[in-house]
């Protein structure tokens, strides 16, 4: 069945992977930057169909994959195997094959490249203390990826939380320090805002008071530029907070029209899903009294997917388009997926990139933790708005 849904998404997919819709003129409190990001090269989705001569046609009746061996995988959407806890996924374009490449974060603390049926290489290994809720948590690419290579990560250290910028062969420097730490609340996340500023939820250290603090670092969501100062066109001038109020965030997710922005948050009664708006975050846009542990999520055009990280799949909120839900969550993948997801990244209107947290918790299989593309729960391709 995996391998019906994912060929579906493939022929939407032929037409041409990661385009997304003209971004309008930014909203009043975000303004343009002045950079040129470029598009790198246009990955096809892993099990895409690409028939020889004489082979059957799409309609032929598709074979069930087979169980993983070690850390071999044979399911065509696994990108990359046998990795330690996924915190953040990050496509970085396609692999020698067409495929997809992608950069992969362990909590541990390495920062790895992955492309499929190729040993993962590290970029780089940074000491964090994982010892409560954090450790290496987030990831994000540079808006100009392409041409200087650069990737942010968020890390709890001994003394606080911080972002760090790395490129390549060089040591990761910090360029957002001062995070609060406490005994727990230490996990945050990043984001591209897909203007070329950083987004960075962070968690309050454990003190309520703290996320309600402006002054206060701990329990945002932040925007900052390239050199971890505030970005231009902040609601507040000379200031990176941007919302207020987060326990524990687990996801970070930009609308590719660039209007839409989500967190993801772990609070004492339920896990919550909230559109980040300037000052403090208000009721929820959603609310999981159950606590499926939503981490990861993208905000496609006419839909709102989170991944679960306390029970296998996805969760899914149909949304119209101005970014109003529809009705309830539809769970997806809960059977015969991946497990438990933690980071997820939009890689276009069809498919998004996803990283497994199967070692911490759930059932792992031999080639856990994993790096895998999965199809829209409806197999859609959504308009624009």
């Known amino acids: 069945?995996?391998?019906?849904?994912?060929?579906?998404?493939?022929?939407?997919?032929?037409?041409?992977?990661?385009?997304?819709?003209?971004?309008?003129?930014?909203?009043?409190?975000?303004?343009?930057?002045?950079?040129?990001?470029?598009?790198?090269?246009?990955?096809?989705?892993?099990?895409?169909?690409?028939?020889?001569?004489?082979?059957?046609?799409?309609?032929?009746?598709?074979?069930?994959?087979?169980?993983?061996?070690?850390?071999?995988?044979?399911?065509?959407?696994?990108?990359?195997?046998c990795l330690n806890t996924v915190t953040g996924v990050a496509p970085i374009g396609a692999d020698a094959q067409g495929g997809v490449a992608a950069y992969a974060a362990e909590r541990g603390g390495r920062l790895l490249k992955v492309t499929k049926d190729v040993d993962p290489v590290v970029v780089a290994q940074v000491e964090v203390d994982a010892s409560s809720d954090g450790g290496l948590t987030g990831l994000a690419l540079s808006a100009t990826f392409a041409e200087d290579q650069l990737a942010y990560v968020y890390v709890t250290t001994a003394t606080d939380n911080r972002v760090l910028r790395i490129a390549p062969g060089d040591t990761p420097k910090p360029i957002l320090t001062g995070i609060p730490k406490g005994p727990s609340g230490n996990r945050g996340v990043l984001a591209s805002d897909r203007k070329g500023a950083l987004l960075v939820a962070t968690g309050d250290a454990g003190n309520p008071a703290l996320a309600a603090d402006p002054s206060s670092l701990a329990g945002k969501v932040l925007r900052i530029d390239g050199s971890g100062q505030p970005a231009q066109g902040n609601p507040t001038a000379g200031s990176a907070v941007v919302?207020?109020?987060?326990?524990?965030?687990?996801?970070?997710?930009?609308?590719?029209?660039?209007?839409?922005?989500?967190?993801?948050?772990?609070?004492?009664?339920?896990?919550?899903?909230?559109?980040?708006?300037?000052?403090?975050?208000?009721?929820?846009?959603?609310?999981?009294?159950?606590?499926?542990?939503?981490?990861?999520?993208?905000?496609?055009?006419?839909?709102?997917?989170?991944?679960t990280s306390k029970t296998p799949g996805l969760q899914s909120l149909q949304m119209n388009p101005t970014g109003a839900f529809t009705g309830k969550p539809e769970p997806s993948m809960q059977e015969g997926g991946f497990g438990r997801l933690g980071p997820m990244e939009m890689l276009n209107e069809s498919a998004s990139l996803v990283g497994t947290v199967n070692k911490a918790g759930g059932q792992p299989v031999s080639s856990d933790d994993r790096v895998a593309i999965v199809v829209r729960p409806d197999g859609g391709g959504g308009t624009k708005d």
């Not at 909203?27 to 169909?49: C, D, I, K, N, V």
């Not at 499926?292 to 989170?306: A, E, I, R, W």
């Open 243 to 307: 919302s207020t109020g987060l326990r524990l965030p687990g996801g970070l997710c930009v609308s590719a029209d660039t209007q839409k922005i989500w967190v993801t948050d772990w609070t004492a009664n339920a896990d919550v899903l909230h559109r980040v708006v300037p000052g403090k975050l208000g009721e929820p846009a959603w609310a999981w009294p159950d606590k499926p542990g939503v981490l990861g999520c993208s905000s496609y055009t006419d839909m709102l997917t989170v991944a």
């Open 1 to 81: 069945m995996r391998s019906v849904v994912l060929l579906a998404a493939a022929c939407l997919l032929a037409g041409g992977c990661a385009s997304f819709p003209d971004e309008p003129a930014p909203t009043a409190w975000s303004a343009q930057p002045q950079l040129t990001p470029q598009a790198g090269p246009r990955p096809e989705l892993p099990g895409e169909f690409q028939p020889s001569p004489g082979e059957p046609g799409r309609g032929q009746p598709q074979q069930s994959v087979p169980p993983p061996q070690g850390c071999k995988d044979y399911h065509p959407a696994v990108i990359a195997t």
